[in-house]
């Protein structure tokens, strides 16, 4: 059972260059997350989809977009890389959006903006 | 959303327990409680979560203050596995606007050998 999937692992971008991160999980959860942490520091909500057909913003959501593409996979674009952007991003599933519930993580994909 | 308080950082000696606190003084009364910890260089993984009752699980206990206003994680016998960072988070019931999920900046624990 892999869980939560995400690629890729590590990604070296250009200042203005786009890329997409990519999250799948395999465990039939309706709820998906985004999370950037940087060093040192807190994981931040970027966005979130609840349910499939459904995303929202999170704390920090300004620089990126986000696809729920279905419901194993939730996507995470940057359209236009800023070295602000540098920082490991985290995708979670939950089965659901109620509280008790827990929260399943990916390993993380290390993005560095020169 | 209800916010929670925990110190940044903790140290303990390996093989003692070690009691990890957190406050929610504004906690509603449906809120659950979450605890996650992250490894390092890993992402988050889930530990425990409770309502109100204590629980208890393979790897930890989490114990519930009466006025539910606090909550404290044990880890009954540290190992120096267990040096991570540990996250506890409010989870409302419902998901009538409630579906964000998210993370303070959590306790740093220190497993001295």
């Known amino acids: 059972n892999a869980g939560v999937t995400q690629t890729p692992k590590f990604q070296v971008l250009k200042t203005g260059q786009s890329m997409t991160l990519q999250c799948a999980q395999d465990?039939?959860?309706?709820?998906m997350y985004w999370y950037r942490q940087d060093p040192g520091m807190g994981l931040r909500l970027i966005y979130y989809?609840?349910?499939?057909?459904?995303?929202d913003k999170g704390e920090v959501p300004n620089g990126y977009n986000v696809s729920r593409l279905n419901k194993r996979e939730f996507s995470l674009r940057l359209e236009s890389a800023a070295p602000s952007q540098t920082s490991v991003y985290f995708c979670?599933?939950?089965?659901?959006?109620?509280?008790?519930?827990?929260?399943?993580f990916g390993q993380g994909t290390r993005l560095t903006v020169v | 959303d209800a916010k929670t308080t925990q110190p940044n950082s903790m140290e303990s000696n390996e093989e003692e327990p070690v009691h990890l606190p957190c406050n929610h003084s504004?906690?509603?009364?449906?809120?659950?409680i979450h605890w996650y910890r992250q490894l390092p260089s890993q992402g988050p993984e889930y530990v425990i979560h409770?309502?109100?009752s204590n629980v208890n699980n393979r790897m930890a206990s989490l114990a519930i203050a009466e006025d539910r206003k606090s909550s404290t994680l044990i880890l009954h016998r540290a190992t120096l596995r267990d040096a991570a960072v540990y996250y506890c988070?409010?989870?409302?019931?419902?998901?009538?606007?409630?579906?964000?999920?998210?993370f303070g900046t959590g306790t740093r624990l220190t497993i001295i050998p």
């Open positions: 979670a599933s939950t089965l659901n959006p109620l509280g008790n519930t827990e929260a399943f």
């Open positions: 465990m039939n959860h309706n709820s």
């Open positions: 989809s609840a349910s499939e057909g459904t995303t």
């Open positions: 504004t906690i509603s009364g449906t809120d659950y």
């Open positions: 409770g309502l109100t």
């Open positions: 988070i409010l989870r409302p019931p419902t998901n009538f606007g409630n579906e964000k999920l998210t």
